[in-house]
């Protein structure tokens, strides 16, 4: 059985730092694609950020270039998304979803909603005051 469980959420203000976790199991890192995907109040959920196991490719949503990196620890089966330079509009709960393929490309199922992946956490909130 797959779980996904996020952590790290907290409110910051803007020009802030977070470091979300998200421990997987039953769902090898090192073998299949996992990312982070965000909604925000009254708007439809979109992706963040992707990895794909492997290779380690990633994906990042043109918002979030620059200013957040999505790392694993594999020994750990652990994902992280180091968020620097938050802004309000990064205001969101953030899920971790993971999609059990390899050689995923990672454009067609993070630039979306996600609803290509097949397993979600329960997100952890993230607010950025201004």
């Known amino acids: 059985e797959v779980h996904l469980v996020e952590s790290g959420g907290r409110s910051v203000q803007a020009g802030g730092s977070l470091r979300l976790s998200c421990v997987a199991s039953?769902?090898?890192?090192?073998?299949?694609?996992i990312g982070w995907f965000r909604q925000a109040p009254g708007k439809e959920r979109e992706g963040v950020a992707c990895i794909r196991g492997g290779d380690g490719g990633t994906y990042y949503e043109d918002s979030v270039k620059g200013r957040f990196t999505i790392s694993t620890d594999n020994a750990k089966n652990t994902m992280y998304l180091q968020m620097d330079n938050l802004k309000p509009e990064d205001t969101a709960v953030y899920y971790c979803a993971g999609r059990q393929s390899t050689n995923l490309y990672l454009e067609r199922y993070c630039s979306g909603s996600g609803r290509g992946m097949d397993y979600w956490g329960k997100g952890t909130p993230v607010t950025v005051s201004s």
């Open positions: 039953g769902f090898p890192l090192d073998v299949y694609a």
